[in-house]
């Protein structure tokens, strides 16, 4: 037997014991690493905020995302190989779940020949489907990734948010918060469907628990509609509906709308809440998605004077991205007192889309800069979604 062939049969033998599903993380990327010929390798997750790689398995230092080798590629979704500190090479592989970034793993190796490359993708792909089927109930997974201790209202709002990215080759919804460790009552969703996108982002009224609450029941009267195949108006009504029966002293700002995967038509219903932007060729398309705005969801006094919701439509060209944004974003105060406001907010998301990179990475970059500058001391969260050809 070659050693080639050893090494891959002893991946198989690995995967196929149900023992080693129970292993800790720690020793299954240790037996992993040896199955595959692979001399050590090393995990490391994002943070919360995305500023560090901190280490997951084994002992290294925390690296920061915007300056090393290790964070360009998870900025890049790329490998990055580098001359180790031992005899050796050092290649850095991005952990993607999906269209997710997880973080990265550094793989120590004497070479990198195509072999030992195929083998170091691999394990990639395998630790990624790893972290992601544990890091829902493995604690020391939410503790390596937070960097100070998180507020109630956000613990509470944060059990019922979605992954940071979903998508498929034709598509992308990407969302962030900030202040990451004490939202309150802003929230976003997004799920795909064999056709359909479906996003939505919510601000609930004050900063507190009641209003973490009043988001909390948005998200499950949304997806709670959405399951049973409604279509937008039935979605905000189920919504009212929820609001009005257990929190009748809240209402919830936000828009839900629906992407058609197949040929870019967009649906949406805005209640109460900034009109998103469009954003095509790097470009803002200045009043694109404006119009006439609901009532928020859960003021039914409100909907039985205005009548039924009105349901926007846009046709998406390939390569359109979309964002949304809580007022927070817009409405912070710059260091030196005045309001952020929506032109300069404009402005700082052309600039971070400018670059080409990827829509993640866009956002990413984009909530650092608003931090920076602003602070963001009210909730703010944006969330934005790429559509491209499903003909390529």
């Known amino acids: 037997m070659t050693a080639s062939a050893s090494g891959d049969e002893l991946l198989a033998d690995f995967l196929a014991d149900p023992a080693n599903a129970a292993l800790d993380l720690t020793t299954a990327v240790e037996r992993c690493t040896k199955a595959l010929g692979l001399h050590h390798s090393l995990v490391y997750l994002t943070d919360l905020q995305q500023r560090l790689l ?113 998508g498929t080759p034709h598509v992308v919804s990407t969302a962030v918060l900030e202040p990451a460790y004490e939202i309150a009552g802003d929230g976003f969703d997004h799920a795909l469907t064999a056709t359909t996108l479906h996003v939505s982002i919510l601000d609930a009224m004050g900063h507190d628990l009641s209003s973490g609450l009043a988001a909390s029941v948005t998200l499950a009267a949304c997806r709670n509609a959405r399951r049973t195949g409604a279509d937008l108006p039935a979605l905000v009504e189920c919504v009212d509906r929820a609001l009005s029966r257990w929190l009748p002293d809240q209402f919830c700002t936000g828009i839900l709308a629906q992407l058609d995967l197949a040929t870019g038509a967009l649906r949406w219903i805005n209640c109460g809440h900034p009109a998103p932007l469009l954003i095509r060729g790097g470009t803002l398309v200045p009043h694109a998605m404006e119009g006439e705005a609901d009532p ?97």
């Not at 817009?330 to 007192?337: F, I, K, V």
Request: charged share 25%; glycine share 8%; hydrophobic share 45%.
């Open 54 to 166: 901190v280490p997951l398995t084994g002992q290294g230092p925390e690296l920061e995302i915007d300056t090393s080798l290790a964070g360009w590629a998870y900025r890049t979704q790329s490998l990055r190989v580098e001359e180790a500190d031992v005899s050796g090479l050092m290649a850095w592989l991005p952990l993607v779940d999906g269209a997710e970034r997880l973080g990265v793993v550094a793989v120590l190796c004497p070479a990198l020949d195509p072999v030992l490359l195929r083998r170091a993708r691999a394990l990639a792909a395998l630790l990624a489907m790893m972290i992601t089927s544990k890091r829902a109930y493995k604690e020391s997974f939410v503790r390596r990734t937070r960097t100070e201790p998180m507020q109630l209202p956000a613990e509470m709002l944060r059990a019922f948010l979605p992954p940071r990215t979903i």
């Open 296 to 392: 928020p969801m859960g003021s039914l006094s409100g909907l039985a004077a205005s009548g039924p919701r009105h349901v926007h439509e846009i046709a998406l060209e390939p390569g359109d991205r979309v964002l949304m944004y809580t007022d927070g974003a817009t409405e912070s105060r710059m260091r030196n007192g005045t309001e952020f406001g929506l032109e300069r907010f404009v402005d700082y998301v052309v600039r971070a889309a400018a670059p080409g990179e990827l829509a993640p990475e866009t956002l990413r970059r984009l909530i650092h800069s608003l931090s920076e500058n602003t602070g963001l001391r009210d909730d703010a969260t944006i969330l934005l979604f790429e559509w491209k050809n499903p003909q390529l």
